[in-house]
C-alpha cells in the first residue's frame, strides 16, 4: 500500500456523480481509478482519465484498486459489498448499509474474514447545521435537552420513475433519509430506550414511502424525526429546546447544492451556511434571539478519515458497530409503523 489510494466507484447515477466522485477527487491521499458504469461517456465527459469498466467484479478483481465505494441501488450494496471484501480491498457503502438487520452483519463478517475496513458514508455528521447542534448541546448552552426535532422535508408532490421511488426492497423515504437522521440522533444521545414510527405514503400514486414521523424515546428527553415529500413551506431543519434556551435553524445545508451546482470540495465559500441558526434564551425576564456561530460542514472529513483508517491504523469515520445500530433502528421503526406500536430496544 502507497501513500495514495486507487478508489473504484460503482454506481455514476445521482449519488456517485455528485456526491462520491468530487468528494473522492477533492481528498488528498485518494485518486478516483475506475468508475464502474454502463454509460461510459457520461463519466468520461466528467472524468476523462478515469477507467470505466461495466462489471463490478471486474474491478473487484484489479490489483491496482485499494477502496471500493459501493453507490448503486440499495439491493445491492450487500451483495457487492462482501464480493469486494472478498476480493482483498477495502470498502465504503452508502447509506443505507444494508437492507436487513440480517445483511448488515453478513457485511462485516465479510470484512472481518478478510481483514479488511468496511465503513457506511454518513455524511452528514459534517453539515454545518449538525455541528453547530453539536457543539451548543456538547458545551451546555441550552440546557438539559428535552426537545430535539430534525426535519428534512422537501417538496416533491409528482412520483419521479426511479428505483427510489419503487415499492422494492431498500426503497421509500425512510431508507433514503431515515439513516441520516437517525444516525445524527444516536451521535448526539446515544441509542434511545424505544421508538415509535409512523411510515406512510402520502402523495398520489406513490409507490413507496413518502413519510415518515418518529420519536424516539430516552429517559428524560424525546428525539422527534420528520421527513416529507409534500412540505412546500415550512423549511425547518433542527428545533432544540432545552431547559436555558432553544436552537432553531431553517435551511437544509449547502453541500448538496453546491455539488449539484458543480463547486469544487474546498474551495472559498465551501460548506458556509449563510443562514445561520438562532438560539432564544431569557434574559432579565424576557426572551433575547442571537445568531449562532455557526460551524463550517466539509463532507471530505468522512473520506479523510477512511484514508487514515486504511493507511494509518487509525479508526474508521463510522465503525461496524455504528452502522448495525442504525439498521437495527431502520427495521424497527419499519416494524413499529407496521404494528402501530412503540417498540423497545431491549
Known amino acids: 500500500m502507497t501513500t495514495s489510494l486507487n478508489v473504484a466507484l460503482v454506481g455514476y447515477g445521482f449519488v456517485g456523480k455528485v456526491f462520491h466522485a468530487p468528494l473522492i477527487l477533492a481528498t488528498p491521499g485518494l485518486r478516483l481509478h475506475t468508475v464502474v458504469s454502463r454509460d461510459a461517456a457520461k463519466v468520461k465527459a466528467d472524468w476523462p482519465e478515469v477507467q470505466v469498466v461495466q462489471d463490478a467484479h471486474a474491478a473487484f478483481a484489479d490489483p491496482h484498486v485499494d477502496l471500493v465505494v459501493i453507490a448503486s441501488p440499495n439491493d445491492t450494496h450487500a451483495p457487492l459489498a462482501i464480493a469486494a471484501l472478498r476480493q482483498g480491498k477495502h470498502v465504503v457503502v452508502d447509506k443505507p448499509f444494508t437492507v436487513t438487520l440480517r445483511e448488515a452483519h453478513d457485511v462485516i463478517a465479510a470484512a472481518d474474514a478478510a481483514d479488511r475496513l468496511v465503513?457506511?458514508?454518513?455524511?452528514?455528521?459534517?453539515?454545518?447545521?449538525?455541528?453547530?447542534?453539536?457543539?451548543?448541546i456538547a458545551d451546555g448552552e441550552l440546557g438539559r435537552v428535552a426537545e430535539f426535532h430534525s426535519h428534512f422535508d422537501r417538496f416533491r408532490p409528482v412520483v419521479q420513475d426511479r428505483w427510489r421511488e419503487r415499492d422494492e426492497p431498500g426503497g421509500g423515504l425512510w431508507y433514503d433519509l431515515g439513516p441520516h437522521l437517525l444516525d445524527q440522533v444516536v451521535q448526539l444521545f446515544g441509542l434511545p430506550e424505544a421508538i415509535t414510527a409512523d411510515i406512510a405514503r402520502?402523495?398520489?400514486?406513490?409507490?413507496?414511502?413518502?413519510?415518515?414521523?418518529?420519536?424516539?424515546?430516552?429517559p428524560s428527553h424525546r428525539a422527534i424525526l420528520h421527513a416529507s415529500t409534500l412540505v412546500a413551506g415550512n423549511g425547518l431543519r433542527f428545533a432544540v429546546h432545552g431547559t436555558q434556551g432553544s436552537y432553531l435553524k431553517h435551511g437544509l445545508d449547502v453541500q448538496e447544492d453546491?455539488?449539484?451546482?458543480?463547486?469544487?470540495?474546498?474551495?472559498?465559500?465551501?460548506?458556509?451556511?449563510?443562514?445561520?441558526g438562532e438560539v432564544v434564551q431569557e434574559r432579565d425576564g424576557r426572551l433575547v434571539?442571537?445568531?449562532?456561530?455557526?460551524?463550517?460542514?466539509?463532507?471530505?472529513?468522512?473520506?479523510?478519515?477512511?484514508?487514515?483508517?486504511?493507511?494509518?491504523?487509525?479508526?474508521?469515520?463510522?465503525?461496524?458497530?455504528?452502522?448495525?445500530?442504525?439498521?437495527?433502528?431502520?427495521?424497527?421503526?419499519?416494524?413499529?409503523?407496521?404494528?402501530?406500536r412503540e417498540i423497545a430496544l431491549g
Not at 124 to 134: E, K, N, S
Not at 202 to 218: E, I, K
Open 258 to 276: 453546491q455539488l449539484r451546482a458543480g463547486m469544487v470540495p474546498g474551495t472559498p465559500g465551501w460548506g458556509i451556511d449563510a443562514r445561520s
Open 119 to 136: 465503513s457506511v458514508f454518513q455524511n452528514r455528521r459534517w453539515d454545518a447545521d449538525f455541528l453547530t447542534v453539536r457543539r451548543l
Open 202 to 218: 402520502l402523495r398520489d400514486g406513490a409507490q413507496a414511502a413518502d413519510y415518515f414521523d418518529v420519536t424516539l424515546r430516552y
Open 289 to 340: 434571539t442571537d445568531i449562532a456561530r455557526a460551524e463550517h460542514g466539509d463532507y471530505r472529513a468522512y473520506y479523510a478519515g477512511m484514508r487514515d483508517a486504511i493507511l494509518q491504523g487509525g479508526p474508521v469515520p463510522v465503525t461496524p458497530q455504528q452502522a448495525l445500530e442504525i439498521m437495527r433502528l431502520i427495521e424497527l421503526g419499519a416494524r413499529s409503523s407496521e404494528e402501530r
